[in-house]
């Protein structure tokens, strides 16, 4: 069998499910050639990580010669976990020079650079695949299900609140992706997963986009307005620490990939969320119009004390409803649990109010509620992941839920980031069709 040849762009904490992938499950389909890395540390992690996994020493580039990389290489496909405003450069590079490209989400930040990438799968054919794990998740395979079923009749309408903890959501603005011109804020970066969600639930494309929202919590103007105090400008430091700060020495991969990396690049992984320099928002809300005719309500919290979220599709013989909780609190003391019941914690019974669970309602007009279950496998994302690497390293297979995804998917889930970050700057609702992409123009008519 012949063996696709790898090179990974790309070297931190992102890439190591995809050299683990080569290295492990599909080490008989996929081959790790390179790894193209500017951090010499970050570089040579990588290539530890592989050849711990028993393969053979990959060679190292810098992105500045990825065209002589994949020539020399002969690469065949090129997996991107880069800074996300790096990505159209590399994926335009790399189609160029002959090779296909698999990339982490978002396809890219805004609508020039999307332009630029389509530009370029139509002059040199090559196929760019992007992987969007939350598809293969088997609760929202199950909300798929449904609404293809056709259960719920057509799609009216959509609501949608997605709740980022103050775990996950704070790290949003540790790291690069506190500046917009990194990331695109989180209505790209993030809720890209999101909007791909929606669009491949309802089988249409966004029309117009009115955002609202802005940075209400985090950042040195909000710390300033509720009196905290002088921070340390990063976590990493002697003395006490609190639940907002995350100390890089007591996270082994996080410390050799970024603290022992810094004097190379400069790069500073555990910077203050209410520190100056944040350019980003961390309360969302949009209305999103379709061309199917239906519109999506959307919100999105980065500082709620858990994480998880909840959608309800509306339709014309229904309605259906996916409720996850992923982790019902963060507590800053260790092993604290909430309790139903404050006396029962003395007696080391405590029941969860707010247990990570998920549950698939639907109910039809003039019909008593029943839940629809959710099958799912081992591994992350209930299974999910197991299924998605299948795809990008053998190939799908057939698929009746069309979870596999490519560029025009990538694209069509940041343009409402995209029209959603310019309703934010202009105050008025945007059109899809008007920021300047082709497949956006001929998919909003």
Excluded at 109 to 119: H, M, N
Excluded at 135 to 156: F, H, M
Excluded at 294 to 317: D, I, K, M
Aim: with cysteine; hydrophobic share 40%; aromatic share 6%.
């Amino acid at each position: 069998m012949t063996r696709t040849r790898y090179a990974v762009v790309g070297a931190g904490s992102r890439s190591q499910m995809y050299i683990d992938a080569v290295a492990g499950t599909y080490a008989e389909h996929a081959e790790l050639i390179a790894i193209c890395e500017p951090n010499p540390v970050r570089a040579a992690l990588a290539v530890q990580r592989a050849v711990d996994a028993g393969v053979a020493e990959p060679s190292t580039w810098h992105p500045d010669r990825l065209e002589d990389l994949i020539r020399t290489e002969r690469i065949d496909r090129v997996v991107i976990t880069a800074r996300d405003d790096l990505h159209a450069s590399l994926i335009v590079r790399a189609l160029e020079a002959g090779a296909d490209v698999v990339v982490e989400k978002p396809l890219t930040i805004d609508a020039e650079s999307a332009a630029a990438i389509e530009d370029a799968v139509e002059r040199t054919g090559g196929d760019v695949l992007l992987t969007f794990n939350y598809r293969y998740s088997p609760r929202n395979s199950a909300l798929r299900q449904v609404i293809q079923d056709g259960l719920i009749g057509e799609v009216t309408s959509i609501d949608f609140q997605w709740m980022l903890d103050t775990k996950h959501g704070a790290d949003y603005f540790r790291r690069w992706h506190r500046e917009k011109k990194n990331s695109g804020g989180l209505l790209v970066h993030k809720a890209s997963h999101h909007f791909d969600l929606v669009n491949w639930w309802i089988r249409s494309t966004p029309r117009r986009v009115f955002a609202s929202g802005g940075l209400r919590f985090y950042g040195a103007e909000n710390a300033a307005v509720r009196g905290i105090g002088e921070r340390p400008a990063r976590g990493t430091h002697d003395g006490s620490h609190d639940g907002f700060e995350l100390d890089l020495r007591e996270h082994p991969n996080l410390k050799a990939l970024y603290l022992d990396a810094e004097g190379h690049d400069g790069y500073v992984r555990d910077r203050d969320v209410f520190g100056e320099g944040i350019t980003i928002e961390d309360n969302l809300a949009l209305v999103v119009d379709y061309a199917s005719g239906a519109t999506l309500s959307y919100s999105l919290n980065a500082h709620a004390p858990w994480e998880g979220y909840r959608v309800a599709v509306n339709g014309t013989l229904g309605r259906v409803e996916l409720d996850v909780v992923e982790r019902g609190a963060v507590l800053e003391t260790e092993g604290l649990t909430p309790v139903l019941d404050p006396s029962a914690a003395d007696a080391g019974s405590s029941v969860s109010l707010r247990p990570e669970s998920e549950r698939l309602l639907l109910q039809r007009h003039w019909e008593a509620p029943v839940e629809v279950p959710i099958v799912g496998g081992d591994g992350g994302h209930g299974g999910g992941d197991a299924i998605l690497l299948s795809d990008v390293f053998i190939g799908p297979g057939e698929d009746p839920l069309a979870r596999p995804a490519n560029w025009r998917d990538g694209v069509q889930s940041i343009a409402v980031g995209i029209a959603g970050n310019r309703s934010l700057a202009t105050g008025m609702p945007v059109e899809v069709a008007d920021l300047g992409i082709r497949l956006l123009s001929r998919a909003s008519r």
